[in-house]
């Protein structure tokens, strides 16, 4: 089975840190991705990458950035945390190309920035 | 950009009847279309998957189908059980979409009422 991991369930960090969020696969995934889903408002996408070094845009990336060095691994980073980005945070990865492959989530990182 | 639907925001059913969740959207060049489960504060599951060129799914209990043409998936459970109790998530991939990313419905809440 393709294992996507998010290296922490739940996090607490203060306004102003610097925050890493790190997640995982180990499928040989090109694509990867990273949401934030808030009630009401569904799935948000921040940044997605789909390749080393290569990232793009989402619906919402101001506060955040990325960061892939290795296909499997992709970093979400809070520069400066705000309360305002207290959310629950999803990685996914996908293949680039399968019409019968999806996306494959982490079990998510419940933030909150106090 | 594709806009995707999901009717009813909540539903609330007795143990044992059928039922029927539905996800429309906009635009019908799709690559693929993907059935999610979340629970409570966890990750999202993936349940079927439906190619483009595909028109059901079927795992256990659980059918999908797809009619491109119209807009509209539907996820078909039958004899729901309270496990079944969770959100629903319904996910579309664009054909010809570089940034490979699938575009989410807001969800249905399902209760199965023992």
């Known amino acids: 089975d393709v294992k996507v991991t998010q290296s922490s369930r739940y996090l607490v960090k203060r306004t102003g840190e610097k925050v890493f969020l790190e997640c995982v696969q180990d499928m040989d995934h090109e694509n990867m991705f990273w949401y934030r889903q808030d009630p009401g408002l569904g799935l948000r996408l921040i940044y997605f990458s789909y390749d080393v070094k290569m990232k793009e845009k989402g619906d919402i990336p101001e506060g955040y950035s990325v960061s892939r060095e290795k296909k499997e691994r992709f970093s979400l980073i809070l520069e400066s945390a705000s309360t305002n980005q207290t959310s629950m945070y999803l990685c996914?990865?996908?293949?680039?190309?399968?019409?019968?492959?999806?996306?494959?989530f982490g079990s998510g990182t419940r933030l909150t920035v106090v | 950009k594709q806009e995707v639907t999901q009717i009813p925001a909540a539903l609330s059913v007795p143990e044992g009847e059928n039922l029927v969740l539905n996800c429309s959207f906009t635009d019908s060049a799709i690559y693929n279309l993907q059935w999610f489960r979340q629970d409570p504060g966890k990750g999202l599951t993936s349940l079927l998957l439906i190619q483009s060129s595909q028109r059901e799914q079927t795992s256990g209990r659980l059918n999908a189908s797809l009619d491109k043409s119209s807009g509209r998936s539907t996820l078909y459970i039958a004899a729901s059980q309270p496990g079944d109790s969770a959100t629903y998530l319904c996910a579309v991939r664009l054909d010809g979409d570089t940034g490979n990313q699938f575009y989410f419905g807001t969800g249905t809440s399902l209760t199965v009422i023992p």
């Open positions: 996914a990865s996908s293949p680039i190309l399968g019409r019968a492959y999806g996306y494959t």
